[in-house]
């Protein structure tokens, strides 16, 4: 069983590394005009969700599996992905909003974010690799 739990992250942890590089492309193609604002948020705002649930799933699963040090080190990362999708203003096309990434920088903040995420997540998909051929080895 246990296994199976990290065969899920690690396919998981594979599809959010390949959002972040996609949200990375994204955002830079937007910084060097290759693109318009409007197109760029539609893009991205269509990825958030699965971005959540994805990384709200593998948490959810880790503290189910009882696996703390990986549930603890998943959950502010989701709780952020939580709270940025719960705090959009209203009227807001969606987390990336076209009127305003212009705006105080904001396109240098969600470059950040995403960079920090690809980070995050290569490291996860090193845990998992490693527990998922340790949970292979002692089955």
Not at 2 to 27: G, N, R
Request: glycine residues 4%; contains cysteine.
């Amino acid at each position: 069983m246990e296994s199976v739990v990290f065969i899920f992250s690690l396919i998981d942890c594979c599809a959010l590394i390949f959002l972040s590089v996609y949200f990375i492309i994204t955002l830079s193609d937007l910084e060097c005009d290759y693109i318009n604002a409007r197109s760029c948020c539609s893009k991205l705002n269509k990825w958030v969700i699965p971005e959540l649930i994805g990384h709200t799933v593998v948490t959810v699963l880790m503290l189910i599996s009882l696996h703390w040090f990986i549930f603890l080190l998943n959950f502010p990362v989701a709780t952020w992905n939580i709270y940025r999708y719960i705090m959009v203003p209203s009227g807001n096309m969606g987390v990336f909003d076209p009127t305003e990434i212009h705006n105080r920088g904001q396109l240098k903040s969600h470059m950040k974010e995403a960079m920090i995420k690809l980070g995050f997540h290569l490291l996860c998909f090193f845990m998992y690799l490693y527990s998922m051929i340790l949970a292979l080895i002692n089955d």
